[in-house]
């Protein structure tokens, strides 16, 4: 999801396309954030907490599975 953060940052990244690959009119997206920058954060966020929900999850799997191998 939206590929020209990873490409270009927040200066190749449009509200035009943030709009059009979440499927809302760049309207729809000013009505919720007052401006770029505050999208962008919350893209940045979500990557985020999505990351490290991910993250944990996986190191607690390894974490346990390590354990049950020592005992």
Known sequence: MFKDIDLYGMNGLTV????????????????????????????LNQRRKTSLGFISK???SNFFEEIMVKI
């Open 58 to 60: 996986n190191l607690l």
């Open 16 to 43: 035009v396309k943030i709009a059009k690959e979440a499927g809302f009119g760049k309207s729809t997206l000013y009505r919720r954030f007052k401006s770029k920058r505050d999208i962008f954060v919350k893209i």
